[in-house]
């Protein structure tokens, strides 16, 4: 039936029976015919109310003329990686331009001890005081005027929020400078670099007058100094404790992937403050390694042992979640005051570290690449020369650093011998402010053979939230060398130059109408974690409603996201198609694949089993590969409108009930462009129109001609729907059953709508949001029921309504939303016909209608039996009804209270036996607790989801519980 295939009827106990009042079990004797006879009822109404209201089969004539072509989704998935590609390698071109433009600067800058440089610190710009004026100058009312001082040591910037800046407020003619605050922001070498690098300005304008769509361009400087194009102020909450030597971006370009090993010290000479700056260097060495790097730490006094016995004996790969686990191993064992005791042996700590990184080696795990140990320790008693011998030389491939721990110390000849010797460094750790300014070091030393070769390439990191303005980006840098030759042997790194790319830049290479409903794509790192895909939530709300970023959020893998359906296990299929997706995406491979999988949609609150086809294919010259997931119910096939050379009449678009898709329609780098957008969507479209009607070859290359016109398609085939809309018998039947709005949202981004009454709207957001047809819930709720069937749905929040009418007398009310799909079958005698969804019709009215609709049906309509039952009740604690009989409390009494001899009060009704079979129809004494009956059941009317549509106890759009029920 095209209602019940959405819908159900279900009686049982209210949920309230769950919590800690006593347990009531209930079991009604209802025939099940009874039931059925009320869902078909319940049905019927609804449909018919729905399809005369949005005038379901009108709309659907309005497509007919429509065409369906078949997608090809290896070719989909090479022409998305091909724009990707090209986007991308134009942030490269970028970079590279800013790099040889920052080295030829630095040739013929000379360093200057007494330089004095008055540069834009983006601290200290724009910050004001507020102080009361003086005596002389107060008002003519002698009352005292507070006035706004700029904070001594600040400059005046003029800054102006960008869109293109997430609407952050920047200086597009200059850049402006950040200095950690460790680093004196007065030093010879942050005046110096401050000096040369402002001459970037010019690249950085130039730039971004080539490609407007680059967002923030910067270079960071090994002294700490970070300069960003366009110029902003530095927002900070508390201590600012940004360094960009830190960043990820930063590390991956001034070294290649590396393996560490960490060799703690832990005798008992490594006590209090040690302890202290001991762990503290360790966790900002773990700090400085991305996910292309591996680690492991070997704690030592007279043994030594792996701090994780979870990972002895391997390395492990430096995720943000591990990294993590180590860092909380490490506190939590200092905690242990028995911790530190014994001699210390280095000699055993050195032998297992070389002797890990050989395994290592020879078994191919980690990166193979640079290489090193980092012993952190208070003394060195030998320089250990037959281990070095034995393990590391001649070819010195292993680096050794050295830190020494604490103020008082003895020779530091040892150590130094032991980095020296070893192609390190050695850094002496005085106290903890020390640390993070000499850890860093070790990184530029990991890559002088990179400089000293002259050997550059693009590093990519994962994504991450830039620092500015909390958008998804992930970043494109490279190092900038110094090219002087007095410098050539030294392997002088002046710092990264980089620019992000927002995963909205990516995204819009993949356009959400290509897919169709249901339909995504996805991207992952060379390490299998996701770029960007549907499922991957970075952020949740907190308490107070406010955004969080999720732990780890950067290193969540795709296996993680493409959820299996755990219903469809048949030997194993799911699981090894899924690996073999993320395996065959890490190891570049171009392919194709077919696999269900659990889809989540409403902000991960309803799922649904679908199958899908997978494609995907790597991105030449970055970590990334691309994958598009096409829905085999109605992603193989697209609608297309074809509009062919036929002038377009410019009226279609005088319609103030029509929207459009915020979607990218057009890249146009015009001040035409800017004006259209900011008058609205339809602008953009109109003048679309106006360069296709007079043959300007602009529309051609500068918009998506196949969207736009697809989309004009849409609007000359639905130009209809108004007057469907309006006529006397649609409109009056929906006045009458108090709807207030009807809609048609299109697989094109065109959304039409109508209202019933002039006026307001109950809810306005569907008018003044929900644009995005395709991506919005009630659409894919249209796509994920049978033909001809209507979905029902309320807003998550709606049982606040009922809160706050009861609470507060407020009179507002929840609106039901009704939608249902309108759909093409495709004309193929090859293969097997299928259906493609063109578009969801829907209707929002008010719930109170619906309530009132279907308690008419229950209470006061026949109930129906082909069947006698005979059942035992339990009403509550120690009560039960004689088997054989069927009971009905007094009406001035509430079936969960007692009276005073703690006896439930009821009256007998004549009892049915089992003894043989007969249909009757007879009035409904019982009844869904409302105003007029009580009975022990209530009534739910759920949506195939699960979510409770209609309640008589205002438990709308929660799940259904039910203690007992029986039909």
Known sequence: MRWLSCLMVVLGLPCWSCGGNPQV????????????????????????????????????????????????????VKDMAHDMVKMLQRKQEAVSKLVKKAEEIYLGHKFDNNLESDYYNAKKINNYVTKPVRNEVQNVTG????????????????????????FIPVNLTTSTVHVPTNVYDQSAEVINGAEWSKHLDDMFQDNYKNDTTLTWQYFGSKTGLFRTYPGMKWQQDGVDLYDCRLRGWYIQAATSPKDIIIALDISGSMKGLRTEIAAYTVKKILNTLSDNDYFNVIMFNDEPKFLDPCNNDTLIQATTEKKNRAIKRLYELKKDHELTKNMANMDKALNESFLLLKRMNRTGYGTQCNQAIMIITDVAVDNY??????YNWPDKNKRVFTYLIGREIGSTKQMQWMACANKGNFTHIATLADVQEKVQKYVHVLGRPLVIKRKRSSTWTSVYFDAAGLRLMTSVSQPVFDLRNETANQGNLLGVMGTDVPIKELKKMTPQYKFG??????????????????????????????????????????????????????????????????????????????????????????????????YYTYLNGTPFTLGISLWNKFGKYKAVNSLKDNKIDMNILNNKNMKIASWNYCNWNTTEQAIAIENGRLDVLKSYIEMRNNGDPKFNHSCNVELMDNLIGDILATQGSQSIWMSDNNSDDARRNGVELVFLGTGNGLTRFFKIEEGNLTDESFVQGKDNTIEELYYKRASMIPKNSFAFSLPFHASEFYKAKYLYNATEEPMVTAVTGIFKETVNTVEQKQEVMVAALGMQWKYAKLNSLITDIITRGKCKRSENFTESVLVSSGASFPPGEIKQFSDNLNPYTNDSSGINKYTSIKPYYKNKTVTKYFDCDIGCFNDTAESPMACFLLDEDGFIVFSHINLVRRFVCIVSYTW
């Open 385 to 390: 020369r037959d281990t070095f011998k034995e």
């Open 517 to 614: 409903v249901n339909g995504y794509p996805f991207v992952v790192t060379n390490n299998g974690f996701v770029l960007f895909h549907p499922n991957f939530r970075p952020t949740y709300k907190n308490h107070k409603n406010e955004y969080v970023v999720r732990d780890n959020y950067n290193m969540v893998d795709l296996a993680h996201v493409e959820m299996k359906n755990s219903l469809a296990t048949e030997n194993g299929t799911i699981d090894y198609n899924k690996m073999k997706l993320r395996n065959d995406m890490i190891d570049k491979k171009t392919d194709f694949l077919s696999m269900t999988v659990t889809t989540l949609y409403d902000n991960m609150m309803r799922a649904y089993i679908r199958d899908g086809d997978y």
């Open 143 to 166: 009352e005292r005027e507070d006035v706004n001082q700029l904070k001594e040591d600040n400059q005046v910037l003029e800054l102006e929020p960008n869109a293109q800046f997430n």
């Open 25 to 76: 079990k209930a079991e009604l004797n209802i025939p099940i015919d009874s039931v059925k006879w009320w869902a078909e009822k319940i049905g019927e109404r609804l449909y018919d109310i729905s399809a005369s209201a949005t005038g379901l089969k009108e709309h659907q004539a309005l497509f007919n003329k429509i065409s369906i072509e078949k997608k090809d989704g290896k070719k989909m």
